[in-house]
């Protein structure tokens, strides 16, 4: 319609210049024209007809011309823009084989919580949809140092971050890497549909990420997107192909601060992402589980935590709990040697890892001071002999708990 308007415009401009002085063109009707001779009605339309579709692709052209001067001007705006805060990408997947721990809260039919687009049930892949957010700079360590295209290798696996809240609970085993410029893999995303590991709950089935325990490599695939992988986790080969990912001593995890066992695919998000970060004291045992001691912020900083060491703070996570894990967060000990304030000792946290509620920098909070000056008094604390007297504490407190319950059987027997 746009086009018909225009041609019915340009005609009526070009008519008077028509009859006036004449004009040479291309495509017009081929009978040569006495000058004197006037034209006819079919001559006339189809002269300004020609001349209307010559205007119509200049202004086509101009119209190009300008879109792509608009964009490359843009470009050049975004490249302009502030490098303090860097860019955390997120694949954009559904259940099967994309979302790495063979989840998602978009689960089928009223379950769906959140709609994902790139990959189907079936494993079938779409295009990827990677998204952005800005995340603030560490305090010391440069977590990207630890994520460049040289840190990639064959048979590693990698966290990627997800499309819920962008934390890395995907997981993915690099098959090969192609080639570093421009940045190439074959991978395989990790799927799991099953929790059995861990119990009978079907936490799959209500929808949530699954993080830790024994996953299966999907189908062969590329990527590109660097942005997308957070840090290499730690694995093992497990009975009849499975990938095994667990907990292990040193790391850092996200908890749900909230968790339940009484969760379901109807909690809310609200109460879902609330976390808190604990550092594992020892590795998971199918038996025991595993113990965790919180992490608490220290003053001052944005990124930097240090372990509460009190016996009685410390947590076990037997297995049927395992689900309470959210992600693994990358750390770095601090040496004391990065900077003259930097409290040595302290874990400091990958902030494209943790989330924003952490990282606001606190002046003086109390845990902050007491974290603070915890770290600054006493003795060393060695991890493996902290756990170890925690672990004999409870046994203790068990046995005798049993005892007092078997006493209390035989004294109801010999009444």
């Known amino acids: 319609m746009m086009m018909v308007m225009l041609m019915v415009e340009l005609s009526m401009g070009n ?3 028509l009859r006036k002085g004449g004009f040479d063109i291309d495509r017009v009707h081929s009978r040569v024209l006495n000058s004197t001779s006037e034209l006819t009605p079919l001559e006339l339309r189809n002269m300004l007809m020609a001349k209307a579709r010559i205007e119509i692709f200049k202004k086509l052209k101009d119209w190009r011309a300008e879109t792509v001067t608009k964009a490359v001007d843009s470009a050049k705006d975004k490249g302009k823009e502030s490098k303090k805060e860097k860019d955390r990408s997120f694949v954009k997947g559904n259940t099967g084989e994309l979302n790495g721990c063979g989840v998602s809260r978009a689960m089928e039919g009223d379950q769906a ?4 687009s790139s990959t189907s049930a079936d494993g079938d892949k779409k295009d990827l949809a990677p998204m952005s957010i800005n995340v603030p700079d560490p305090d010391f360590h440069d977590f990207d140092q630890d994520r460049t295209e040289s840190s990639f290798e064959d048979n590693q696996v990698w966290a990627a971050y997800d499309d819920d809240d962008g934390m890395p609970r995907f997981y993915a085993m690099i098959h090969k890497v192609i080639s570093l410029t421009p940045f190439k893999m074959r991978v395989s995303w990790l799927n799991s549909k099953t929790t059995s590991e861990f119990g009978t709950t079907d936490w799959v089935g209500s929808g949530f990420y699954k993080t830790c325990g024994d996953f299966r490599a999907g189908k ?9 992988f957070s840090h290499k986790v730690k694995w093992a080969k497990g009975p009849r192909g499975t990938v095994g990912i667990y907990p292990k001593k040193g790391d850092v995890w996200a908890l749900y601060r909230n968790w339940s066992p009484d969760w379901n ?7 879902i992402h609330k976390y808190e970060m604990v550092e594992v004291l020892a590795d998971y045992n199918e038996d025991q589980g595993l113990y965790v001691a919180p992490l608490i912020k220290v003053a001052g900083f944005r990124t930097v935590f240090c372990p509460n060491t009190d016996p009685e703070k410390v947590r076990r996570i037997p297995k049927e709990e395992m689900f309470q894990f959210s992600h693994q967060v990358p750390n770095y000990l601090l040496t004391g040697q990065e900077a003259q304030n930097a409290p040595k000792g302290c874990q400091e946290l990958d902030p494209a890892a943790s989330p924003l509620e952490l990282l606001q920098a606190i002046t003086e909070a109390k845990d902050g001071k007491a974290g603070k000056e915890m770290l600054q008094s006493g003795p060393e604390i060695r991890v493996d002999e902290f756990v170890t007297n925690t672990t004999q504490a409870k046994e203790e407190q068990m046995v005798e708990s049993s005892e007092e319950t078997k006493e209390g059987e035989t004294v109801g027997i010999t009444k």
């Open 15 to 17: 008519l008077y210049g």
């Open 113 to 116: 919580k959140k709609p994902f």
């Open 220 to 228: 062969h695939e590329f990527t590109e997107s660097l942005n997308s």
């Open 265 to 271: 695919e109807h909690t809310p998000d609200e109460v």
